[in-house]
């Protein structure tokens, strides 16, 4: 392990507990945003990988895992959204223009889960069955 | 004046579907947008209407390339979830079986790209090599694409005469050095295609989060064997082959040389296969609630699964893979931006894409 795995918890202080588990380091951060997170992760050197969004059950929103490689040392940021935009319109924060890499599976998460990335445009869709954002993964509405 | 020329998703060159709205002045490449999504089969989704054995049939089925790879990454984060250890004789297996899809991918790919630069005989050459490649793994597993070696906690098939597969390996790797690699290294009608063309550099590699040999030949010194080992990788010695050009030739040599370092990898796991189990006895595995998350060096780059389940469900809750093409293919924007028409299909192919990983 690099010496900078070696200090995750002392490093990135967003608030909330750091957990090393299952392959990763896990945060829920408390006092930070998935930009304020991706800011501090280039910052750092650290090579965006992809997030991993979730449906939650009974409408609770999205949870989405924000995954980062830090010198081969897997860090995931977990947050959840619950703001909606619209009826069944969650939003969240782009980080498209602070991280290129993020470009593609924001769009690909707005077209399975109806997630609004704001300050950005998530056309033209590009991953999806038929015409209409959130048919493929996304829960029917009742 | 500026024109718009329309690749796809019926390919000129390459096997699989996917569309390339080129934006060109004369000869020249301008701009390049891309659509994907032509293979989707909506993989991600049925997983969560499977069970863990189910899940690990489900995808390896994501990629007929790598199909190893996948049951190999979700097996890994199954393992990680549950506490599960696999034994070391599993772990070699691991390796040999993945080494063995690394060389048949890069000279599946060496073949595919003799045929875009029109050197049809390298094709043939390259995939008679690959035959007897795939030979080896059927050897092993009983089968040539869905291999099905691996299961949560170890594989499912032992190697029994690790001896016969090493002059099998010996054998390819004479082939290798003698024809194919010299022919990618030192022919001039090969570099003539290749050098200076399609062009990532080192910052908008980094910039685009591109992985694997596309990441390596712009000289983004990353894998995932040597910087996060998994399976037995870590009592392996081995180079990563790091170039700086960030043309094609460059994708090229690291490929070649990585084809040498697969064979030096294939020759210490065979011959330092440790005895004992290939699983555990107790065939129970029980998933408490979490998520946990994988990665593995495929042969294009990073793959990562992230796996979430609630504890007394039989089926996961989520699985999400990021496949190397996914983070690779953007960068094609990049790439052809400049280039020659004629040069954007070997450019394209340059990435060793696949569609089939990347809608999944």
Redesign the interface.
């Known amino acids: 392990m690099t010496p900078i795995a070696e200090r995750i918890p002392e490093t990135f202080d967003f608030g909330g507990t750091w957990e090393e588990k299952s392959g990763s380091w896990w945060l829920v951060p408390e006092a930070a945003g998935p930009r304020d997170v991706a800011r501090a992760m280039l910052a750092h050197g650290a090579r965006f990988i992809t997030i991993t969004a979730t449906e939650l059950a009974d409408g609770g929103g999205v949870r989405m895992d924000y995954h980062w490689d830090l010198d081969g040392t897997v860090l995931t940021f977990t947050f959840t959204i619950r703001d909606k935009t619209a009826e069944s319109v969650y939003t969240a924060e782009s980080i498209y223009d602070l991280s290129e890499a993020a470009n593609w599976i924001e769009r690909e998460i707005h077209e399975y889960f109806v997630v609004e990335f704001t300050g950005r445009e998530c056309e033209p869709l590009f991953l999806r069955a038929g015409q209409t954002p959130g048919v493929n993964l996304r829960e029917e509405d009742e | 004046m500026k024109y718009n020329v329309p690749m796809g998703p019926y390919h000129p060159a390459l096997e699989e579907p996917y569309r390339l709205d080129l934006v060109c002045e004369r000869e020249t490449v301008k701009d390049a947008h891309l659509?994907?999504?032509f293979n989707?089969r909506?993989i991600?989704?049925l997983a969560e209407s499977r069970n863990y054995i189910q899940v690990i049939a489900l995808m390896e089925r994501v990629c007929g390339i790598c199909s190893n790879i996948h049951t190999l990454s979700i097996c890994?984060?199954a393992e990680?979830?549950t506490g599960i250890e696999p034994p070391p004789r599993a772990n070699y297996i691991r390796v040999v079986m993945a080494e063995l899809e690394r060389l048949h991918s890069h000279v599946l790919w060496a073949g595919i790209a003799g045929k875009v630069m029109g050197f049809k005989t390298m094709f043939m050459t390259c995939f008679a090599l690959r035959e007897k490649i795939m030979d080896i793994l059927e050897a092993i597993s009983g089968n040539r694409v869905n291999y099905a070696m691996n299961r949560v906690g170890g594989v499912n098939r032992d190697i029994e005469d690790p001896a016969a597969i090493l002059r099998m390996v010996e054998e390819i790797e004479r082939e290798m050095t003698r024809v194919v690699i010299p022919v990618f290294t030192t022919n001039r009608s090969a570099l003539s295609r290749c050098e200076g063309v399609g062009v990532l550099t080192h910052e908008r590699a980094?910039?685009?989060?591109v992985v694997g040999p596309t990441a390596r030949a712009s000289g983004v010194g990353?894998d995932?064997r040597r910087?996060?080992p998994y399976a037995a990788y870590a009592e392996m010695d081995f180079n990563v082959p790091v170039e700086s050009g960030g043309d094609v030739k460059a994708r090229l040599v690291v490929r070649a040389l990585e084809i040498v370092e697969s064979c030096r990898i294939l020759r210490q796991a065979l011959a330092k296969l440790p005895s004992g189990p290939i699983h555990p006895e107790d065939e129970d595995v029980e998933f408490p609630s979490?998520?946990?998350?994988?990665?593995v060096e495929a042969p294009r780059g990073?793959v990562?699964y992230?796996i979430?389940w609630e504890e007394d469900n039989e089926n996961p809750?989520?699985v999400?893979v990021?496949t190397p093409t996914?983070?690779n293919?953007?960068a094609i924007r990049w790439m052809v931006t400049g280039a020659r028409l004629a040069d954007t299909p070997l450019i394209q192919a340059s990435i060793d894409p696949c569609y089939s990983c990347t809608?999944r």
């Open positions: 659509r994907i999504g989707f909506g991600e989704r890994q984060a990680r979830l980094v910039a685009c989060g990353q995932l910087d996060a979490g998520s946990a998350v994988s990665r990073e990562l992230c979430s809750t989520r999400h990021r996914y983070a293919m953007p809608d």
